[in-house]
Nanobody, 123 residues
Framework: QVQLVESGGGMVQAGGSLRLSCEAS????????MGWFRQAPGKGREFVAG????????AYADSVKGRFTISRDNAKNTLYLQMINLKPEDTAVYYC????????????????WGQGTLVTVSS
């Protein structure tokens, strides 16, 4: 069974850091582009960052550029999102997702989703 499990969320003060992890199982993790999305309270889900299968190319939403870094370890079947200088507006449930082919900003490009991990940033 294809599965993605996020971890690493929690509560942090503004300016703090967190690292999210997404462990994959049930498929050849290294063959797929991956993405991180988030959904803030009362809002739709939005693209945060994406990475190609090799890790050689990444992309970020403008709101997180320079603060978030997406990476992957294909040997460990794990995707990461390092977040620094967190802001209250980063508060959201964060989801990792597996792209059907290459990653992109559109949710429809992804066909496997994790259950999400909550990040709360206090001011």
């Amino acid at each position: 069974q294809v599965q993605l499990v996020e971890s690493g969320g929690g509560m942090v003060q503004a300016g703090g850091s967190l690292r999210l992890s997404c462990e994959a199982s049930g498929h050849t993790f290294g063959s797929y582009g991956m993405g991180w999305f988030r959904q803030a309270p009362g809002k739709g889900r939005e693209f945060v960052a994406g990475i190609v299968w090799s890790g050689g190319r990444t992309a970020y939403a403008d709101s997180v550029k320079g603060r978030f870094t997406i990476s992957r370890d294909n040997a460990k079947n794990t995707l990461y999102l390092q977040m620094i200088n967190l802001k209250p507006e980063d508060t959201a449930v964060y989801y990792c997702a597996r792209a059907q082919h290459n990653f992109g900003v559109d949710e429809d490009l992804y066909n496997v989703w994790g259950q999400g991990t909550l990040v709360t940033v206090s001011s």
